[in-house]
């Protein structure tokens, strides 16, 4: 589920924490009454969580198949040197790693430009205000759709402007060299408001005094931008846009029901590869195996994510 | 921040910028407002006008009366209202149990809650339909609830975590000091500072799962246990014959509840934006 999708909305309690947490912890209110509330919480999500996740990772390394009563054998790395000589693997994986950079690039840098506007004092920055944000609150199913109807080739907008200017039929999620690129655009639509509201609450906590100061000192606004906006940006924006990789690598929904991984499996992303590995062939193990690779790609970006935050707060 | 008043030519520059986004942005919902309004006649002409020639509401009544759609609706919003209700009634004394006591529970859990983000949904959702096929809840509502409410949970104990800091102990004490028993003090002073942080959970719980596709795909097999998502999905599956007007004004329709709770909590999201982002 992409409850991802929102992760940054809840008020952050950071720093009152520690001291008025100390506070309350005093005698006549032990520890067991704080397990007694957990309780109902932690139990479903040990069940239904975190033991399916490591089942999950362990299935990654054995046979296990859909079906009744099928024997689970371990064997070890066999399923990742079976994905390793599969060439649908390989592609999938150049396929789902072109659409998460290509998509959380592109979404940084539109929501960058958007951000910056609705920062400015312009008329009518209420409506695109308004309009950014309404991608967030639609099943991915609908968004799926509603690209699908401007895509279509017979009746959609896009290809009937292309008939009339006389360069005919235009198919583009049916068409192997347009199907990736179609959808990357989706893909930034979806996830553009998120980062456009991130990045604006960023550009409202920037200290206005140091563009003043910059600006006596004649810093043109490029200049400020560069030296000054981006700066002081850089945890807002080494955070959103890992986040942003995790989600688009981990994405489905939206893929599956634009292309279904087609034409001619272009769009095959990884997840997409694993879901067919799992529910249409019943390879459970190997779709399990799938998992773990992108959990050991997802891990190496957020060690990047978080060497790049300690290194920002070296400075 | 407006140091100096941008220039003229800026200023339009930036005007074409935004205009630029509202189109892209808006565009689409404009052309499934319009599609949806199409008579099948138009669509089939592939007539690439946004305002249709003779505004119909047929595809509306075509969509609904798709047995299925009702149906599906029906299912979706007794599994959204059972998720939001079963996760707020959990989450709520585990929100207050993290944030009043300190223990080993609360970096387990909070930091649970972002490993959790991490992982994607295929590694768990194998286990997942293995584990209900055992319990005999698999393609059964009650067990895509159970599923919505463990995935949502995390995230608004995260949110409701949030929310029981902001009222101050100090007014817990006052009031036990004035003779208000324990159970007295939760119903009719925390609880009280608390109903914007639950209203706000409870329309992200509902949100989450009215929208949640991935889980239901796999988890739901019987046609009239379908939740509508599904069915879009099955809509436009049907390859060849899809009928473009009943599919819009289907998803139109199904957008609707998710749209109207997010405008309702909107604010408060970019407001508690605001207060985390900036701190970084």
């Not at chain 1, 068409?175 to 980062?195: E, K, N, R």
């Not at chain 1, 799992?278 to 957020?302: E, S, T």
């Not at chain 2, 309004?37 to 798709?66: C, M, Q, W, Y």
Request: net charge positive; with cysteine; glycine share 8%.
């Amino acid at each position: 589920m992409k409850t991802g999708n929102v992760a940054t909305i809840a008020p952050t309690p950071d720093n009152p924490t520690t001291s008025r947490s100390r506070r309350s912890h005093r005698p006549g209110r032990s520890g067991r009454d704080a397990w007694f509330l957990l309780l109902p919480a932690l139990l479903p999500i040990l069940v239904f969580n975190v033991y399916p996740l490591l089942r999950g990772i362990y299935l990654g390394f054995t046979d296990a198949r859909a079906g009744l009563n099928q024997d689970i054998h371990f064997t070890g790395l066999e399923n990742y040197s079976d994905l390793l000589s599969n060439d649908l693997f390989w592609s999938s994986f150049r396929i789902g790693l072109i659409w998460a950079f290509g998509v959380t690039f592109l979404q940084f840098v539109a929501a960058l430009g958007l951000a910056l506007l609705l920062n400015e004092n312009l008329r009518l920055r209420w409506l695109a205000r308004t309009l950014s944000l309404v991608p967030w609150a639609m099943p991915p199913v609908v968004v799926a759709i509603v690209w699908r109807l401007v895509y279509d080739p017979n009746s959609g907008p896009i290809s009937g402007l292309s008939q009339t200017l006389g360069f005919g039929q235009l198919n583009l999620l049916g068409d192997f060299s347009t199907a990736l690129p179609a959808v990357i655009v989706v893909g930034v639509w979806v996830g553009m408001p998120q980062t456009t509201i991130t990045l604006l609450a960023g550009l409202q906590g920037v200290d206005g005094t140091l563009h003043e100061a910059a600006a006596v000192d004649g810093a043109g606004s490029w200049r400020r931008f560069l030296h000054i906006t981006l700066p002081e940006l850089r945890t807002v924006i080494v955070a959103i846009t890992s986040l942003n990789f995790i989600w688009n690598m981990n994405s489905f929904d939206l893929i599956y029901v634009l292309t279904n991984g087609g034409p001619g499996g272009r769009t095959m992303l990884p997840t997409l590869f694993a879901y067919n590995e799992g529910f249409r062939y019943g390879h459970f193990g190997v779709a399990a195996a799938m998992g773990n690779v992108l959990v050991v790609i997802i891990c190496g970006i957020l060690l990047f994510y978080l060497r790049s935050r300690l290194k920002g707060a070296d400075k | 921040m407006s140091l100096q008043r941008p220039s003229t030519a800026v200023r339009t520059g930036q005007y074409v910028a935004l205009l630029g986004y509202v189109v892209f942005l808006g565009f689409p919902l404009i052309w499934l407002l319009s599609t949806a309004l199409k008579s099948t006649k138009e669509i089939a002409l592939g007539s690439i006008r946004l305002i249709p020639d003779a505004p119909t509401l047929d595809n509306f009544s075509a969509a609904v009366a798709k047995a299925n759609l009702w149906q599906a609706g029906f299912n979706s919003l007794v599994v959204a209202v059972a998720t939001t209700v079963l996760t707020v009634v959990i989450a709520l004394p585990a929100a207050y149990g993290l944030a009043r006591y300190r223990t080993i529970l609360r970096p387990i859990t909070l930091g649970w809650v972002l490993v959790s983000q991490m992982f994607p949904t295929i590694l768990v959702i194998i286990p997942l339909f293995m584990i209900l096929k055992t319990l005999h809840l698999l393609d059964q509502l009650p067990g895509l609830v159970v599923v919505y409410v463990v995935y949502v949970l995390p995230f608004c104990l995260w949110m409701l975590f949030g929310f029981v800091q902001t009222v101050p102990p100090d007014i817990e004490e006052a009031a036990a000091i004035d003779g208000a028993g324990r159970i007295r003090t939760l119903v009719s002073i925390v609880l009280p500072l608390l109903r914007p942080g639950i209203v706000a959970t409870a329309l992200f719980a509902f949100i989450s799962s009215w929208n949640e596709f991935m889980f239901a795909l796999v988890l739901i097999q019987t046609p009239d246990k379908v939740t509508l998502p599904l069915t879009l999905s099955r809509f436009v599956g049907a390859e060849g014959q899809v009928q473009l007007g009943p599919l819009a004004a289907a998803a139109l329709l199904a957008t609707i509840p998710s749209l109207v709770f997010f405008a309702l909590i909107q604010r408060r999201l970019s407001g508690g934006l605001l207060s985390g982002a900036v701190k970084g």
